[in-house]
């Protein structure tokens, strides 16, 4: 039941001054972000990579209002991409973009301005040697979203794109997408959606993961299985044997802090496992997600404010 306050929660700006206020908050924030900035978020990447895993960039920030931001947004995967050139890390690490921080929401042409800033980034992860993935944001970002995934893919088809098997409209998608070339993570979605657009018992997000799975692994496309449930990755790992596809023609992909035995274990099982690394000052709204996520993190997160005995 408390899933969709902290849903709700994420999105309120109230709510937003009084936890990033609070003192206790950074320790418990850390778990789940690399860092405020660029430098502290590489040297977990120096670490990852170091230890067999691959990386996917993401500098936060989401639900940009005006253009001066949307272009600092661009302008700081810019800045990411450069940084990934000079330390040669092309080949381990990508980058994730969320479209509405490069303005997607604006209301004076939102999807352009998106598109444009994006490109920008595409093109340079292309000459760096990496991609980038469009991350999924709620449900009426969507179709925008796959538009703009459709432009880049043109001129950079190593773009990825996410879906959400919560969504009832994803199973046309990812038939859509299960084509040659394509790169599809496939998550469960982290958004609060209406009953008319996505499933809401855990158990329908479920079959429809597992539904969206078998039709990207029998497609021609890369599927990226992002999830943590271990009965998700067993059954990926199933279909990866049966279609006769070996690690490196589909990966998986977990969130930087959440089940890192598991990340492990994957690995060194042979497996190609990328971790989402998110970093910056703006973690109020990917925090507040991670929190609805699982009970135990908000518990986690509210015995920190109990004064010390
Ligand atoms: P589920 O929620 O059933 O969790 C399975 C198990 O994993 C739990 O029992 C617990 O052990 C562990 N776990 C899961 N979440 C945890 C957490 N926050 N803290 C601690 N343990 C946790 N969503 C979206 O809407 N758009 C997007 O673009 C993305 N991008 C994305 C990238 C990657 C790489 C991942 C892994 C996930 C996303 N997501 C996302 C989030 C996704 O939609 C979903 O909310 C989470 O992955 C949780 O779902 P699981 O599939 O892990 O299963």
Same mark, same amino acid.
């Given at each position: ?16 001054r ?9 320790p418990?924030v850390?778990? *789940?972000v690399a ?5 502290p ?6 670490t990852?990579?170091a230890?067999? /895993? =691959? ?19 661009r ?8 940084? /990934? ?31 444009a800033?994006?490109r920008?980034?595409? +093109? /340079?992860?292309?000459?760096?040697g ?18 703009v995934?459709?432009?880049? $893919?043109?001129e ?16 046309? =998608?990812?038939?859509?997408? &299960? ?24 158990? +329908? ?10 039709t ?11 999830s943590?449930?271990?009965r ?6 199933e ?9 490196? $023609?589909?990966e *998986? ?17 042979? +497996? ?9 000052? =703006? ?12 009970? &135990?993190?908000?518990? *986690?997160?509210?015995?920190? *404010?109990?004064?010390a005995r």
């Open positions: 039941m408390l899933g969709p306050v902290l849903l709700a929660a994420a999105r309120s700006d109230r709510m937003r009084v936890v990033a206020a609070a003192p206790v908050t950074r418990v850390r778990r *789940f860092g405020d900035a660029l430098d978020a590489l040297a977990a990447v120096r990852l990579t230890g067999g /895993l =691959d990386v996917t960039l993401d500098h936060l920030g989401e639900d940009v209002t005006d253009r001066a931001t949307a272009h600092a947004t302008d700081a995967y810019l800045r990411m991409l450069e940084t /990934l050139r000079d330390e040669r890390l092309g080949d381990r690490a990508e980058v994730s973009v969320k479209l509405s921080a490069f303005g997607q929401a604006l209301p004076d042409g939102g999807h352009d301005i998106a598109l800033g994006v920008r980034v595409a +093109e /340079l992860a292309t000459a760096v990496t991609t980038v993935t469009l991350d999924m944001e709620d449900h009426t970002t969507v179709d925008s979203t796959l538009a995934l459709r432009e880049l $893919r043109r950079h088809p190593g773009t990825g794109a996410v879906l959400q098997s919560y969504l009832f409209r994803t199973e046309d =998608d990812v038939r859509a997408l &299960a084509a040659e070339g394509s790169r599809v993570r496939l998550v469960k979605g982290a958004y609060r959606e209406p009953a008319s657009v996505a499933y809401q018992d855990r158990k +329908e997000v479920d079959k429809a993961y597992v539904r969206a799975l078998r990207l692994f029998a497609g021609d496309g890369y599927p990226m299985v992002g943590h449930d271990p998700m990755i067993a059954i990926a790992q279909l990866a044997a049966r279609s006769h596809r070996a690690p490196g $023609r589909y *998986f992909q977990m969130l930087y802090g959440v089940r890192t035995a598991e990340q492990r274990r994957l690995a060194d099982a042979g +497996e190609r496992m990328r971790i989402y690394v998110p970093y910056g000052a =703006d973690w109020y709204g990917y925090f507040m997600r991670r929190l609805a996520e699982r009970p &135990a993190n908000l518990t *986690f997160f509210l015995r920190s *404010f109990a004064p």
